[in-house]
């Protein structure tokens, strides 16, 4: 039977809950199951970790063999194939020597600090990677009217396509839409990358990007494909401006016109509190009051003083220096611990170890406030969500920003920073926000956040009821991709 539906291939370096590091993983695995509900053919295409098992997620090899032109040689790579848990949506996996270790970045994690924010030993992988997409396509019976790139893991799909893949009959037709989940890491390295890839040179893109002597392939991604999109529209807006355009402000002007915000939803399934199979106790909108038992349940599970009048303040994060973190000081605990502020804190996360460091020393000097958990542990996550009182965000930037989102779904009530997709989901109705970016604000805000928690009992269940009731489902989000998917099929 012919397949008349529009065909739409996501490709990423991450996707929850078979491979995740953080937001990308989120929307990689939450997108596609909205698009299948709007009738559309969406699949995804990943590189097979070393990490993802097999026999859980029941990987089938369907393609053996294929081949991939690198620099040196032919390299040969499988393709496995499963569906994404919980849908239909078919998910493509690569595989090759490349993508065989543990972590899914070879670097620690990514965003490896201001001045070196792309992750130079992933760039021969990403790049082999997106070779590979390519040549899966050819070898599969599906050819793609659209192929969304995320990030610049993938965004030399474009270059190739401009390219090496120019007149190739299967390919030459296919739109690129390509998103940007967080401009600060960018992929940078030597123009050398041009020439081993027998790229051409002399392309507009490339004599762009070689002025300032790298090849950066968040640049390339800008530039070649059909359309770009970024995941909020405050951040669409503010990635214009030198401040927030981590040196890109520039190229991304010369494509203002094509640059979109779409605001992520939340896979609601995934993070609902009446469901939630990892947390203590259920409960919803029409039961908030049963969120106290998963709260007094961390508190005891931590180590922390239980007690249901102090504030439980939570974050879970990637430990970069994007996230906020110098603003939790040694002199701003102890204020908290000196004064004393009711609240304790709980931080889940993992990331670059100056923070890691300073946050655990933070947490042996104040052991009844301030409790720190250095992993990444789902479970964990998803009882702070449940068991704390507010959510802290206190980033430098965020493009869109999960977590207050995901927050405001268990009745958590978000704190967060004014800044990129912070300001397009939270506000006075369901939290509380500061703009300057010192400790000082953020004192203060949470102190004003403490006061309603602690003497306006009517007004901070509010607060929680309109954060729980907020619809962050992927509908809204779906239609207006779909919308670009439609612009990009009338494109010339
Ligand atoms: P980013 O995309 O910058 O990582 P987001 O707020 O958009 O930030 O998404 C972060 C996602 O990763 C959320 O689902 C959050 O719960 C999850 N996450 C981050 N760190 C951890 C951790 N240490 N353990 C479990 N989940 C984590």
């Known amino acids: 039977m012919k397949n008349n539906k529009t065909k739409i291939l996501i490709a990423a370096a991450e996707i929850t809950p078979i491979a995740k590091v953080g937001g990308l993983g989120d929307v990689i695995g939450a ?19 070393g990490l993802i098992e097999k026999n859980k997620y029941q990987l089938k090899l369907i393609k053996n063999n294929i081949k991939v032109q690198t620099k040196i040689a032919a390299e040969l790579i499988g393709l496995w194939q499963t569906t994404l848990p919980g849908s239909e949506v078919p998910v493509y996996l690569i595989e090759h020597n490349f993508f065989k270790g543990q972590n899914i970045y070879s670097s620690q994690f990514s965003g490896v600090s201001e001045l070196y924010p792309s992750d130079l030993i992933d760039i021969e992988k990403f790049v082999f990677f997106s070779r590979a997409i390519l040549e899966s396509i050819k070898a599969l019976n599906f ?45 940078i390295t030597d123009p050398q990358v041009i020439k081993l890839n027998k790229i051409n040179p002399n392309l507009a893109s490339i004599l762009e990007d070689q002025k300032d002597k790298n090849i950066n392939f968040m640049v390339q991604g800008i530039l070649n494909s059909s359309l770009i999109n970024t995941v909020s529209p405050t951040y669409a807006r503010e990635i214009l401006t030198k401040e927030y355009g981590a040196g890109l402000e520039n190229i991304l002007a010369l494509r203002n016109q094509e640059l979109y915000g779409i605001l992520n939803g939340l896979d ?13 106790q259920g ?8 969120k106290m038992a998963n709260k007094l349940y961390l508190q005891q599970k931590l180590g922390l003083p239980q007690n249901k009048n102090t504030a439980l303040v939570g974050l879970v ?11 939790i000081t040694e002199k701003f605990v102890r204020a908290i611990h000196e004064f004393p502020l009711p609240c304790q804190f709980v931080f889940l996360g993992t990331g670059e170890k100056r923070y890691e460091t300073a946050l655990v020393k933070l947490a042996k000097k104040y052991p009844n406030k301030f409790n720190v958990q250095i992993k990444f542990d789902e479970k964990l996550a ?13 980033s430098l930037f965020e493009p869109c920003g999960l977590t207050p989102m995901i ?7 978000p704190l967060v920073r004014s800044t990129g997709g912070l300001k397009d989901t939270v506000n006075n109705q369901v939290g509380f926000t500061f703009k300057k970016f010192n400790s000082n604000e953020l004192g203060k ?24 009731k907020q619809d962050f489902s992927w509908g809204k989000s779906a239609r207006q991709y779909l919308k670009l998917y439609k612009k990009l099929l009338n494109k010339k």
């Not at 409960?283 to 049963?290: A, G, N, Q, R, V």
């Not at 998803?382 to 206190?394: M, N």
């Open 407 to 413: 927050a405001m779904r268990y009745g958590s009530v």
């Open 268 to 280: 609601t399934d995934f993070f609902n509190p009446a469901t939630d199979k990892f947390i203590k």
């Open 317 to 327: 994060s990637r430990f970069v220096w994007q996230k906020g973190l110098e603003l």
């Open 382 to 394: 998803h009882e702070i969500y449940a068991g704390s009182d507010i959510f802290l965000v206190p």
């Open 283 to 290: 409960y919803s909108p029409k039961t908030p009051e049963k």
């Open 445 to 468: 805000t949470l102190e004003k956040a403490l006061d309603i928690f602690c003497h306006q009992p009517k007004i901070w269940r509010q607060l929680q009821l309109n954060g729980m």
């Open 143 to 187: 050819k793609p009217d659209v192929i969304h790139l995320n990030d610049w893991h993938t965004a030399a799909v474009t270059l190739f396509l401009k390219t090496l893949y120019k007149k190739d009959p299967g390919l030459k037709k296919i739109k690129t839409l390509y998103t940007i989940h967080n401009l600060a890491n960018q992929g």
């Open 31 to 49: 997108l596609p199951r909205a698009l299948k509900k709007l009738n559309l053919d969406a699949r995804v295409i990943i590189p097979f970790y």
